[in-house]
């Protein structure tokens, strides 16, 4: 995909070919979010850390999820399925085997990523190069069936297992406090999606993957393992969702409800930026993230500079992420990144 | 299908029946359902023939968008919330001038419920039908899930929150006695589930009209190859923003009986949960046949019901027992089997389903019989 390749560039053109409109818009926000980090900085430094976490988990679901609709043109329905089961199996290693936090954070992703392997060879096979809704309609029986499975062993409610000892206080920002476990899980993912994107955009695997998507025929002729190369890609695809889960579940427990409440922002997430571009899913994570957490501080700091407490809406960061997917279609239909006329 | 040419020769009773086979079906089915299906050695209640009616019209007013359309909605329980919502706050609170908890209050909550939905209807569409079938998938979940929260969020106190609204909702001409619906109209009391039954048969007629209709035809040319059909001259997207549009009227229609069905307005109608059932139920019976939702409607709520009351399996007759399990702890879980049958129905035959299934099994007699006639 050339996209992920030159993102800088793509980056400069979009900001020089931007409408006055668009710049004002833009100056508007910087002063809505100054405003709110002079109004309330220790809370403003908390959600935009709050903020980065979640953006973080969300770039880990959306990224497999966008590997596999931009390389294979499967949307993967079950991706969020894949994050809930990363959860659940951190809790069984850690709860009922009574192994240590960093095993869990291997056996994990593993054990996620060896699902996924079954799902792709038993189901998704089926389905390249088919109609995307087939493939939506089928990964969803399957998050349908996992959430079952999930909730046959390990329950309906909620389960958590305990914080590991060395990551349960805090760290002292100048500011305020922010719990050590998630500038741990910033790293974490940082590092595990930084090592993904690399491996994607600057490796020979990548680039035989990518090869294939735009002509498996002759990528096989050269003598590819085409259908192998895709397989080790969705098992990486699912390990990532499987970390993020594995690094969820500790701070904020799972249910089987997070497999389609995950899902769906991951999609949010995966269209805002662009489907086909690796680059993008970055970059609409942490910016849904830093929405959902911000939004809140910026009105609630405007109603203090305006006097209007209407401004101040309460719960308005659930709609947050559907509100920026939403207006992003509409001004630009392929998301932010994305490459025309794909899924189109 | 080899019957269908000699009986439409012979002309009478037989082409009239082939004719019109969708409306007979449709009141054999109504008249037979309850009866059936409320039997003890069933279900055994009452309640589960009208909630299954009510499914079958919303599940069919989803299919005209997606069977004979061709896209995929993920949102639709939001247009199914609209039905419930707008005539349930009606009633609860009366209008401008209207007294609360009048009758004509909630025919007027009605009305503006169909026309808020097909106006909404009309204005999604025209937003988002232009964009590609997946992406109409998920602009309908977005859409649904921020009505969704809008709606959990009580703004005015109007829609209840998590809680819904479950008080003074229903119109004075609802009669409840112990757990049982009548309708008292004109001094004549009329059973919950006729009452169904009759907008039941207006919507299913009304929609079987639109299908059949050229309306009905173009919006299967458009669903089966729309560029043929954009370069015959047929405005695709046009048709496309009013499928959007009556399917919600459909489907706020069915939600209005929902919420008297359950005497009023639970959250859980409009989550993703049901927008995903909703699917579930269309692709489980067949989106290619009008009888498909009806079917998919019946099997699903027939195997949520049956297979959740049914604890143990005794074999060969509850009489003459020689093996006797107990499936109550694998049977709760019986979405699991669900979404294994409906990932295989996905990846065989998407369109046929099971009620595509019965047919071909139903075609395959008739040929045999005629065989050995011959």
Known sequence: MSSTLDARTRMQRLLSERSPAALLGALAGVLLLGNAAVQKPGLFIDQAIGGLVYGMILVMISLGLALVLGLMGVVNFAHGALFMLGGYFTYATMASYGLPFWAALLIAPIGVGIVGIVIEVVVLRRLYGKEPIIGLLATFGLTLMIEE?????????????????????????????????????????????????????KTDFGLSVRAGVQDGEMTEFVGVNLPLRFTAMFFLGSAIAGLGGALRVVEFGIDPGAAEEFVLLAFVVVVIGGVGSIFGSVLAGLLVGWAQFLVPVVLSALAIVTGVSAINVQGISDIIPFLVMIVVLLIRPRGLFGEEGLLE | MSGESTDRATGGLPSMFERYKIPLGLVVLVVALRPLITSEMVLGYNAIASKMLIMMLFVAGFNLLFGYTGLLSFGHAMFLGFGIYIPAILVLNGAWVLPAGGNITFLVGVILALAAVAVYGYLLGTLIVGMGEIYFALLTLAFSQAIYFIVLRNPGELTGGSNGLTQGTLPDFVEQTRGEIAIEAFGLSLDWYWAVAVVFLLGMLALWQIVRSPFGRSLVAVSENEQLARAMGVDTTSYKIWSVTFSGVFSALAGV???????????????????????LMAVLGGVNYFFGPVVGAFSWLFVEDFLTNFELWQFPLSEVTFVTVDLSDILVYWQFLLGALFVVVVLTAPEEGIWGYIRSVASWLRKRMQQVRA
């Open chain 2, 257 to 279: 009986l929902l919420m008297i069905q359950n005497s009023g307005a639970a959250i859980e109608n409009l989550s993703v949960f049901t927008s995903g059932d909703t699917v």
């Open chain 1, 149 to 201: 499975a999930a909730r046959f062993v390990w329950g309906a409610s909620a389960v958590q297992p305990a914080k590991p000892e060395f990551l349960t206080g805090g760290t002292d920002l100048i500011v305020t406090q922010v719990g050590t476990y998630r500038l741990f899980t910033v790293a974490v993912s940082t590092i595990s999606v930084a090592g993904v994107y690399y491996l994607i955009t």
